[in-house]
């Protein structure tokens, strides 16, 4: 079975400039998060989707950030304009039986 | 104040040796579960561990294993046998309520297993 995937891998671009991330979660999983880790501090949760439905947004930064999952399969999320504090690493994950959630590679973001 | 607290920044152990990785957690919801993660330099999360607050066991899976103690609030990590695979990032989390609910997570400790 495949894992959490998400695209592209690294990501660099200039402040001002857009990004789309994407995540492709486990299949049958319907809940799917956005979580990021900016250098040297937590992980921190952005969204949570239920099918394509947004759970809870609670963490997104601000409105720069626009997230979606239509169909309810893969999610993207895209950062206009990006800012240099944006940097860092993007994780998307997707719900298990007991909620462990699978957790893909990550997407490491540049911002310059 | 810290969900989930994590006071070992970096950890050294000589391979073979069993290491304990500490994590305490506060939440005022009855049903909780607690998670450990492990981040390779390559950068993907690796789900170890889960333990429910009211699973009566600890949880165990191979070489892992998680001392809950419920009354202190703690969730350490317990990995025998060290090897030099397992050095990494451990991140400690918590999931409040029973729900698919989000994480919360840890800073995170190094640990470096030397030969």
């Known amino acids: 079975e495949a894992g959490v995937t998400q695209f592209p891998s690294h990501s660099v671009i200039e402040k001002g400039q857009t990004v789309t991330l994407r995540c492709d979660p486990i299949s049958g999983h319907d809940n799917l998060y956005w979580y990021r880790r900016v250098m040297g501090k937590e992980i921190k949760f952005l969204l949570h989707f239920v099918k394509e439905s947004k759970q809870d947004e609670s963490g997104m930064p601000n409105n720069r950030f626009l997230a979606e999952r239509t169909g309810g399969t893969y999610s993207t999320l895209k950062v206009q304009p990006a800012e240099l504090e944006d940097s860092g690493v993007y994780f998307c994950a997707s719900s298990g039986r007991w909620n462990e959630q699978f957790f893909g590679p990550g997407t490491r973001l540049t911002v310059l | 104040a810290q969900k989930i607290t994590q006071t070992q920044p970096g950890m050294f152990v000589q391979e073979k040796e069993a290491v304990t990785l500490d994590c305490t957690y506060d939440t005022s919801d009855p049903s909780y579960g607690l998670f450990w993660y492990k981040q390779p330099s390559s950068g993907e999360m690796i789900f170890l561990i889960y333990q429910g607050s009211y699973d009566q066991q600890n949880a165990t899976e191979g070489r892992y294993s998680l001392n809950f103690q419920k009354a202190r609030k703690s969730a350490n990590l317990v990995i025998s046998a060290s090897q030099l695979g397992d050095s990494a990032m451990y991140f400690c989390?918590?999931?409040?309520?029973?729900?698919?609910?989000?994480?919360?997570f840890g800073k995170g400790t190094m640990l470096l297993v030397s030969p």
């Open positions: 989390a918590m999931r409040e309520g029973s729900g698919y609910s989000t994480l919360t």
